[in-house]
C-alpha cells in the first residue's frame, strides 16, 4: 500500500520561505518520478515540480528560481524548498507518484498560506 504523507505547509509572509516534505511508503522514491503539485481555491490542480528516478528535475515556470525539488533517498521522503513565496503561491500542495500505468497516488495536501 502506498502512503505519501506531506507536512511542513503553514502562514507565511510575502518573500518568505517553506519547506515541504513528502513521506513516502509502500514505494521507494529513488526509483520513481516523484511530483510536487498544487490546487488553489476554484482552480485546476497544477504541477509544481518534478524529480525523476535520476535525479532530473522540472519545474512550472511560476516555480522556476524561487522552488528547488529534491529527495532523501535515506529518508524515502521528497522535498519542495519554497523561497520568495508570493501571494499567488497560496494553495494545497499535493505530493504524487505514479509506480506504474495503472494507478498514481496522491497524499493528503498542506495548506501554504502567503499573507501578510
Known amino acids: 500500500q502506498v502512503h505519501l504523507v506531506e507536512s511542513g505547509g503553514g502562514l507565511v509572509q510575502p518573500g518568505g520561505s517553506l519547506r515541504l516534505s513528502c513521506a513516502a511508503s509502500?514505494?521507494?522514491?529513488?526509483?520513481?518520478?516523484m511530483g510536487w503539485y498544487r490546487q488553489a481555491p476554484g482552480q485546476q490542480r497544477e504541477l509544481v515540480a518534478t524529480?525523476?528516478?535520476?535525479?532530473?528535475?522540472n519545474y512550472a515556470d511560476s516555480a522556476k528560481g524561487r522552488f528547488t525539488i529534491s529527495r532523501d533517498d535515506a529518508k524515502n521522503t521528497v522535498y519542495l524548498q519554497m523561497n520568495g513565496l508570493k501571494h499567488e503561491d497560496t494553495a494545497v500542495y499535493y505530493c504524487?507518484?505514479?509506480?506504474?500505468?495503472?494507478?498514481?497516488?496522491w497524499g493528503q495536501g498542506t495548506q501554504v498560506t502567503v499573507s501578510s
Open positions: 509502500g514505494v521507494i522514491v529513488r526509483h520513481n518520478t
Open positions: 524529480i525523476t528516478s535520476v535525479g532530473s528535475t
Open positions: 504524487h507518484v505514479r509506480p506504474n500505468i495503472i494507478r498514481s497516488y
